[in-house]
C-alpha cells in the first residue's frame, strides 16, 4: 500500500506564496508520475501541476508561470513539491498529491489552501 503525506497548507494573504510538499511511502517501487490536484468549493477536482519519473512536467493554464512543480532531491523520485506563488483567491482549494505507481493512482489526505484577507 502506497502511502502519500502531504504538508504546507494553510492560510496566505493575496499576492503570498506557499509550498506544499508530498512523499511517497510503503513501496519500493519508483512512481511513475506524480501530481498536484486542487478541488475548490463546489466544484470538481483538477490538475494543478504534474511531474512524469523522467523531467516532463505540465501545469495547469491558471498557474503558468505562478506554481512551479519539482523534485526535493533530484535522485528521489518519490517526493515532489510544489511552489505557489502570487496566490489569488482563486487559488483556494484542498490540494491533494497524487503518485501512479504500476498503473494504479494514489492519493493524499489533501491539504487546505486558503487565499484571503
Known amino acids: 500500500q502506497v502511502h502519500l503525506v502531504e504538508s504546507g497548507g494553510g492560510l496566505v494573504q493575496p499576492g503570498g506564496s506557499l509550498r506544499l510538499s508530498c512523499a511517497a511511502s510503503g513501496t519500493l517501487l519508483t512512481p511513475v508520475a506524480m501530481a498536484w490536484y486542487r478541488q475548490p468549493p463546489g466544484k470538481d477536482r483538477e490538475l494543478v501541476a504534474g511531474l512524469t519519473a523522467g523531467t516532463e512536467t505540465k501545469y495547469a493554464d491558471s498557474v503558468q508561470g505562478r506554481f512551479r512543480i519539482s523534485r526535493p532531491d533530484a535522485r528521489a523520485r518519490n517526493a515532489v513539491n510544489l511552489q505557489m506563488n502570487n496566490l489569488g483567491p482563486e487559488d483556494t482549494a484542498v490540494y491533494y498529491c497524487?503518485?501512479?505507481?504500476?498503473?494504479?493512482?494514489?492519493w493524499g489526505q489533501g491539504t487546505q489552501v486558503t487565499v484571503s484577507t
Open positions: 497524487s503518485a501512479v505507481v504500476r498503473g494504479r493512482t494514489y
